[in-house]
Every structure is written in C-alpha cells, then in structure tokens.
C-alpha cells in the first residue's frame, strides 16, 4: 500500500492546534488495539501485519506530532510526555475506555509513559507489546547520524542535508541481512518525511533522547513494576536496539517475556511481518483479549 493509499484510510483530528492524523477501523466486540510508530517514519509502517491484525482486533494507529500527515509545526515542543498526551487525547475522543498497546522503537517510550500513568488514567490499559527500541538508555546505541542531530549546534544544519539517499543508508545499515529495504519502501519512507517539511523539526523531534535520560528512572519502573501482561519481540540483528537491548530487557524485567527474532534488524514489523504477527498473537491468545 503506498502513502496516498495510507492516508485515504484515515482521517485527522485537532490537537493543540494542530492536525494530526490517525486511522480508527473499529470492529464490534473486537478489542482495541492502539499501534504506536517509530523515528524518523510514521503509521504506514503499520501496513505489512494491518489486515491480519484486523481480524482480531479494532485497529487504531496514528502519526505522532511531527512524523507522517501529522503537522510538523517549528515552535512545538516535540515530547514523548507530549506524544502521550496526544495518544490520550485521541483516545478519548473516539470514546475508547479500554485498550492493547503495539508499539516500535520512538513509540515504546510513549508506551512506557502511558504505562507509567496506569493507575492515574481514565483509560484502562489491557496489555503492552514492544518491538525494537531504547527501552534502557544505556543499553541503546544511537547511530552517528542521531549524535549529530541531537548536537544543539549543528543539528538544525545537519537536518537540512539529509537526503533519500542518506536515509536509504541508514535504514540499510539497520535492517537484518535477509531483507534489506525495498526501493518502493524507501520512496514512500522518504514521501512522508518531506510532507509538511519533516526535514526542518527533525533535530527538534530527536531531542527525545535526551528526554529518555532525564525520565529514565519513572520509564525504566514502567516495565520493572509493570502489573499488566508484557512482552517485548526483538529483531535480534538490530545495531541500535538488538539482542543487547533484550538481555537488558531480560535482566531488569521479573519474569521477562521475551520472543526473539533472529536475523532481523530495527524494524521487525517490516522485515518479517509474519513472525511479528505468531509471536504478537500468541501474546494475545494466551487468554489476554
């Protein structure tokens, strides 16, 4: 499914001001199920495990601020606190009191907040799933094109130079060695980076990192203390969050649930969509749903 595609199955709603878009395929007396998207990309990466999903649950994802067809407003402040907001506040007005999480890489940090407001919010949180991402700062291992966006001084420049072909890198150094990203991947990658001028907010969204440093303590017990059913799937071939970041997850979490993935990168949902779905579903049809 391309972008255009993507974007005609959805619709946007207000938030701050500003639009964001999202996508609510609601099924009767199917649970929800809130998908929650990685850096730098956006929901479409949703598409390769969507209809199987749909038969099983309602499906709603979203672009998060600055990401997708969600605006990319300059003067915003781009923090995963503010993400959570968001993913509340849409929640909230599709009159959602019950839900699952999915979430990949960027979006297992909104994860970890939302878990971290469990017992605080009016929306019941069921379940939590996490694909590759920084769960454990010290355990993540940005790449160096992260490091220079994140410089406060030369990251706004740093960000107007990348291009289809730096991205293409990038992703190529980050995907398992069995499934490289496809051009058509790429081009619709790149197609809804530029929409609404990613390229000029993308060293301000970056900042999360810094932000998981600062909140690592509340996001670290957010899965240490976590009441609710949880599982992690990791490709295992991932530079930045792989196995490594699994052992960790292994270590710090009692009675670790952990599926591994071996011969996969960073985006396990996109590599091998299928094993992503026998081992997402298996979570679920353990009797959580």
Known sequence: MNPND???KGNFFKFKKHQVFYIFEAAQKKPVLLLIHGFPTSSWDWQ???DELSEHFSLLCLDLMGFGFSDKPIDYDYSLMQQADLCEALMKQLKIKRYHILAHDYGDTVAQELLARYYDSEIDLLSC????GGLFPGSY???FIQKLLLNGKVGPFVSKFVTKRSLKKTFKRIFGPVTPPSE?????WWELFKYNSGRSVLHQVIQY???RTTHQERWTKALTHCVIPLRLIDGTQDPISGKHMAEKFKELVPRADVAL?????HYPQVESPDQ???FFLAFHESGLS
């Open 6 to 8: 993507w974007q005609a």
């Open 48 to 50: 390769f495990i969507w």
């Open 129 to 132: 799933c996490l694909l590759n």
């Open 141 to 143: 291992r940005p790449r």
């Open 184 to 188: 058509e991947l790429v081009d619709g």
């Open 209 to 211: 990192m810094k932000e």
């Open 261 to 265: 993935i071996q011969n996969i990168g």
């Open 276 to 278: 992503v779905l026998l």
